[in-house]
């Protein structure tokens, strides 16, 4: 409709304004929230880095868009909640996206294109994706200024109250270290991408990537793509084996403890974090033999709460166990819960030596997956 057409009826005044309705307010955008972002990922630099990794063996006099152009549009579309490419289609137009990408809204041209973004992430081999993981590595070890090599462990000071002045080893656990979180998501896909499996446990198809987040600042270390299957133990010691590596090219003397659920409680992870002096504590699925090793305790716990007549009493118990797949025992800690439904138990494993049982499982253990949720 080329022509404009009058309103029928008179907007009511608003004290005592006109109100009138054009459309002749030039290009506007719904997206405002992508300057704040362009201006935090300035500070951060993470889109140069990302660019600086990507193959590109375009001829660059016919060059239209640069790569990190390319890079910047497709992650600020994602960060704004467009995560397929076809969305550039309609967003390289978007004057709040061109000025987020360094173009003029209205003289800029235009950003790139699906085929455009389809093409970039198709280049990369391999190799080019590990370096481009290794990048996110870089990012986060950069976010700090020195090695943290005096960083106490969060709720260092309650390990003092429960173990008490009797463990002189108890500060050497505490300096240097670094909590990273190890955990699956489900990412739901819809059609045959690569990759993408049937998930019995989440009744869905779906890739699995595994998220390593670092707990004392609530910043993601690595993202790994994966199928949607659960990773076995070799898969999971290979994910440890080159994080570590990488960040010991930054920071050869910091401790690091990984803490993931029962399905990373495998022997492979275990034996090779005990190998390479690295601390972990892991979830462990119950077993009869290992209820039996704490029978005595959850009895315990069971009577309190009966002759109490409360609603739930919460005890813990430790042990020395060796599952038949493991080399040697280790140290497991059980928390037992009795309420009136029943007696439930719940068990880690871990290679740390110093804390009470009540400790590592609650203010330790229990503090893991916090990272995805308090992320700013």
Not at 11 to 27: C, S
Request: aromatic share 8%; glycine share 6%.
């Amino acid at each position: 409709m080329p022509d404009d057409t009058l309103l029928p009826f008179p907007l009511p005044a608003i004290k005592p304004k006109k109100v009138i309705a054009a459309f002749d307010g030039g290009r506007l955008s719904s997206n405002g929230g992508v300057a704040l972002l362009a201006l935090a990922e300035k500070r951060v630099g993470i889109i140069d880095r990302l660019s600086r990794l990507f193959p590109d063996e375009r001829d660059q006099d016919r060059v239209a868009h640069p790569l990190d152009s390319i890079v910047g549009a497709r992650v600020l579309a994602i960060s704004c909640g467009y995560e397929d490419g076809n969305d550039l289609d309609h967003l390289r137009k978007d004057p709040a996206f061109k000025l987020a990408c360094g173009r003029m809204p209205d003289s800029g041209h235009d950003l790139c294109s699906q085929p455009t973004i389809s093409r970039l992430e198709n280049a990369p081999c391999l190799k080019d994706v590990v370096r481009l993981t290794y990048a996110l590595v870089d990012q986060w070890c950069a976010s700090y200024r020195v090695e943290p090599d005096a960083i106490v462990l969060p709720a260092c000071s309650r390990i003092a109250a429960k173990v008490g002045p009797a463990m002189p080893d108890l500060r050497s656990f505490a300096p240097a270290d670094r909590d990273l979180d190890i955990d699956d998501t489900c990412d739901v896909v819809h059609g045959c991408q690569q990759l993408s499996l049937f998930n019995a446990y989440y009744d869905e198809r779906c890739f699995l990537p595994i998220h390593i987040y670092d707990t004392e600042r609530s910043r993601p270390v690595a993202v790994i793509l994966r199928p949607g299957k659960t990773p076995s133990g070799v898969e999971i010691r290979g994910y440890l084996r080159r994080l570590t590596r990488r960040i010991r090219q930054h920071w050869p003397t910091t401790r690091i403890t990984f803490r993931g659920d029962s399905h990373y409680a495998c022997p492979e992870a275990m034996t090779w974090c005990e190998a390479n002096n690295i601390s972990y504590i892991f979830g462990l699925a119950g077993t009869n033999p290992l209820a039996k090793k704490i029978e005595d305790e959850a009895d315990a716990v069971r009577t309190e709460r009966a002759v109490k007549d409360a609603d739930v009493v919460r005890g813990f118990a430790e042990t020395k166990h060796r599952a038949g797949s493991w080399t040697k025992s280790r140290r497991v800690i059980a928390r037992i819960e009795a309420t009136r439904l029943g007696c439930d138990r719940r068990y880690v494993v871990t290679n740390i030596k110093i804390g009470t049982a009540e400790w590592l499982y609650d203010s330790l253990y229990c503090v893991r997956g916090q990272a995805e949720t308090s992320s700013p």
